[in-house]
């Protein structure tokens, strides 16, 4: 077993068997789900548009869903991509890094809202245009065209991970309102202040209703690490008034992470959310249990989600 060095805390990453995860969950706690798409949810492929999400790791979301489990994605993926991937499960998504945010979710079907960001569309359009033309000489490099960033991808030839940082940093000289996130891979220009850590917070502040709800995020990347910080710093309120909650970082693979938790693979993800909803099922059959026991909501041992 391998653990992930945490770089913020002097401290080694747990890892979680999968089929073990409800050991790590509470019954009287509320919990939300935060997930990543890319080496979460999809597999890697040589061209991003190949990837998808299992249809059964899709149901599996879908009857977690159904149990009340707020779901969210945060992902680099454009907000028409990840829909697409998703189809035909309806959630709250933070795309583009956190760029595009759109609200909507199956209970809210008519109403989607969706937040963009300010950016400077003409800096951008100037961005790409040099980006493609420093890359002429390179025909392994993909440039993925997204509608609020530019993303570089050297999947098909990892040696060239130098020479896109090298094309990406150059451009950027002239432009200081934009910055790199590099993640598996890719280079990708978006603007600055824009992270996977403020689109968890916003999409959180959205959910929170009158219940604390514990998130947990997985992900697997660099760029995924400020979700990581962000939900693990979040204080969140238990039942008992002296104790508090921090959020779950979930990373998936073994590298350095500021994650508190691990697994090694995206087969393991199936299996944590797996898990998870029997977690969701045994709860909902105990607050069955005690309301058939007469039991009033004040007492209850258990309680069901919202």
């Known amino acids: 077993m391998i653990s992930g060095r945490n770089p913020n805390i002097d401290m080694l990453s747990t890892y979680i068997q999968p089929s073990k995860f409800a050991d790590y969950l509470s019954y009287q706690q509320d919990y939300c789900l935060f997930l990543d798409i ?5 597999g890697f492929t040589l061209n991003p548009k190949n990837s998808v999400v299992p249809n059964t ?9 159904n149990h009340g489990v707020k779901i969210a994605i945060v992902t680099g993926r454009s907000l028409v991509e990840a829909r697409q991937m998703l189809s035909p499960i ?10 595009e945010i759109a609200f909507d979710d199956a209970e809210d079907r008519d109403n989607d809202d969706i937040n963009v960001i300010h950016i400077d569309t003409t800096e951008l359009m100037t961005i790409k245009q040099l980006i493609i033309q420093s890359c002429t000489p390179y025909p392994d490099l993909t440039i993925e065209n997204k509608p609020y960033s530019v993303a570089l991808h050297y999947r ?7 020479v896109a940082d090298n094309i990406v940093s150059e451009v950027l000289k002239s432009y200081p309102d934009w910055i790199v996130k590099r993640g598996k891979c890719v280079c990708e220009v978006v603007p600055k202040g824009i992270n996977k850590g ?3 917070l916003t999409l959180l502040k959205k959910m929170q209703a009158s219940e604390t709800l514990c998130p947990i995020f997985i992900g697997d990347d660099v760029t995924d690490e400020a979700g990581f910080m962000a939900i693990q710093a979040q204080e969140q309120l238990v039942e008992k008034p002296e104790k508090t909650m921090t959020g779950m970082g979930i990373k ?4 350095p992470t500021c994650a508190h938790y691990y697994v090694h693979s995206i087969e ?5 959310l797996d898990s998870f909803l029997t977690f969701c099922q045994t709860r909902a059959t105990l607050s069955s249990v005690s309301v058939d026991a007469g039991f009033s909501s004040a007492d209850k041992a258990v309680r069901c989600l919202v």
């Open 38 to 42: 890319d080496g979460t949810l999809a």
């Open 57 to 65: 790791t899709l149901t599996l979301l879908k009857k977690i869903q």
């Open 90 to 99: 309806q959630l709250p998504i933070a795309a583009t890094h956190g760029l």
């Open 156 to 162: 098909q030839d990892p040696t060239l991970a130098d």
């Open 198 to 200: 403020a689109a968890i």
């Open 252 to 255: 998936v693979g073994s590298e």
């Open 268 to 272: 393991e993800v199936s299996g944590l």
